[in-house]
Nanobody, 126 residues
Framework: QVQLVESGGGSVQAGGSLRLSCAGT????????MGWFRQAPGKEREGVAV????????YYTDDVKGRFTIARDNAKNTLYLQMNSLKPEDTAMYYC???????????????????WGQGTQVTVSS
């Protein structure tokens, strides 16, 4: 069955960096659109970034543009999120998600995605 496993979360100070990974198994990874989402305590889950099946097209929420980079390695069935210049407001549980196809022209919405990982915690201190 489809399984997504995130890793790479942790605690950093403001201005620091982290790289999240998401390993996908049980499906043809390269044929799926992939997204990153996050959920802070007391808030709804929100889309952060999305990447097309081949990796050539990406889209970011305004809050992370210029700081985060989504990427994928289809040979390794792995999705990444490089997070630089982290801010305390980036503190959240981060999730990866997959769907068979997508138009990469808007911030991903959780209702559009079929498969989810268990999440990895990112904590940014000031």
């Amino acid at each position: 069955q489809v399984q997504l496993v995130e890793s790479g979360g942790g605690s950093v100070q403001a201005g620091g960096s982290l790289r999240l990974s998401c390993a996908g198994t049980g499906y043809t990874f390269k044929r799926y659109c992939m997204g990153w989402f996050r959920q802070a305590p007391g808030k709804e889950r929100e889309g952060v970034a999305v990447i097309s099946e081949g990796g050539g097209t990406t889209y970011y929420t305004d809050d992370v543009k210029g700081r985060f980079t989504i990427a994928r390695d289809n040979a390794k069935n792995t999705l990444y999120l490089q997070m630089n210049s982290l801010k305390p407001e980036d503190t959240a549980m981060y999730y990866c998600a997959a769907r068979p196809w997508c138009y990469v022209n808007h911030v991903p919405e959780q209702t559009e995605y079929d498969y989810w990982g268990q999440g990895t915690q990112v904590t940014v201190s000031s």
